[in-house]
């Protein structure tokens, strides 16, 4: 199992340019979600999904969308870069919510000029 | 909403034994995690307490009070690759609840 995968692993854009963070995972957990890690501060939830077709908004999913067509990826769009949005992006999963481990990916670092 | 406190920054020796805390505020909870962390990579899980007391995994155990809202992690035998940050974190009773302290960056010296 290659677990939970990102691509890309780095990525730099220019205000207002957008893009696809993609994320995969091949051990058919149901649960996924995207955090942001920002320096001198925790993860932050962006967004989530409980399963196919289901996503729903985290702490901070302002400027983010997803969308959740199989079981296996869940991309994060940009709809329109900003500079507050460099920060290192992380992909998770779980069998279930609640009290499963999550798996994380190893991360995308995204810098907005 | 959550509020999770740990130390910023922490030394120890090679051989020793170090403890971590985390302290929150909840309006919910279902269950705490430790995880590890080190530069440049994913967090990867260590703990998960969810009832009052002690879990023991080797050389790492966690410790949890629900009343007090305090957990520690506490690492034996220290090695130089537990030179990391440790992050914890407390999920209330949504699914978008997962809330994450900003992490203790542990120096392990020789």
């Known amino acids: 199992n290659a677990g939970v995968t990102q691509t890309p692993k780095f990525q730099v854009l220019k205000t207002g340019q957008s893009m696809t963070l993609q994320c995969a995972q091949d051990m058919n957990h149901e649960y996924m979600s995207w955090y942001r890690q920002d320096p001198g501060m925790g993860l932050r939830l962006i967004h989530y999904?409980?399963?196919?077709?289901?996503?729903d908004q985290g702490e901070v999913p302002n400027g983010y969308n997803v969308s959740r067509s199989t079981t296996e990826d869940f991309p994060l769009r940009l709809l329109s870069a900003a500079p507050s949005q460099t920060s290192v992006y992380f992909c998770?999963?779980?069998?279930?919510?609640?009290?499963?481990?999550?798996?994380f990916g190893p991360g995308t670092r995204l810098t907005v000029l | 909403g959550q509020n999770i406190d740990q130390p910023t920054e922490m030394t120890a020796t090679e051989g020793a034994i170090v403890q971590i805390n985390c302290t929150y505020q909840?309006?919910?909870?279902?269950?705490l995690f430790w995880y590890q962390q080190h530069a440049g990579e994913a967090p990867t899980f260590l703990s998960y307490?969810?009832?009052?007391g002690l879990e023991e995994k080797g050389r790492f155990s966690s410790f949890l009070s629900r009343s007090k809202g305090y957990s520690y992690l506490l690492l034996k035998e220290l090695q130089m690759k537990d030179s990391a940050s440790y992050l914890c974190a407390v999920r209330g009773w949504d699914n978008n609840d997962m809330r994450f302290g900003a992490g203790t960056r542990l120096t392990v010296k020789p």
């Open positions: 998770a999963s779980s069998l279930g919510q609640g009290t499963d481990t999550q798996y």
């Open positions: 909840t309006s919910g909870f279902n269950g």
């Open positions: 999904s409980v399963g196919a077709g289901i996503t």
């Open positions: 307490n969810v009832l009052d």
